[in-house]
């Protein structure tokens, strides 16, 4: 089992910064990819970012060269900074972690935390 807590959600303007944490605890040491995701108001949920163990990272186009995805394994944590943000990055942000356990993949959530970008 793994839980996934995130936090670091709040109101900014335009412009603006905000570096959301996404802390896991449990089977950690099963944790490779991380992931953050984000759903917008009335519509769908969207990948952000992934992250592998060895610090691989890869973005959505959308976010490039203004979100950077980044962790700590000897935390467990999982950030993203957030910088230059725009209302359309207004959504709750979540963390993911996809588990392989033998044969069985489990995707593993965190509650969400909102963002939302004024402008």
């Known amino acids: 089992q793994v839980q996934l807590v995130e936090s670091g959600g709040g109101l900014v303007q335009a412009g603006g910064s905000l570096r959301l944490s996404c802390a896991a605890s449990?089977?950690?040491?099963?944790?490779?990819?991380m992931h953050w995701y984000r759903q917008p108001p009335g519509k769908q949920r969207e990948w952000v970012a992934v992250?592998?163990?060895?610090?691989?990272?890869s973005y959505a186009d959308s976010v490039k060269e203004r979100f950077t995805i980044s962790r700590d394994n000897a935390k467990n944590t999982m950030y993203l900074q957030m910088n230059s943000l725009e209302p359309d990055d207004t959504a709750v942000y979540y963390c993911?972690?996809?588990?392989?356990?033998?044969?069985?993949?489990?995707?593993?959530w965190g509650q969400g935390t909102q963002v939302t970008v004024s402008s």
């Open positions: 993911n972690a996809p588990v392989l356990t033998g044969s069985l993949l489990k995707n593993y």
């Open positions: 449990g089977s950690t040491f099963r944790i490779n990819r």
């Open positions: 992250i592998s163990r060895d610090g691989s990272t």
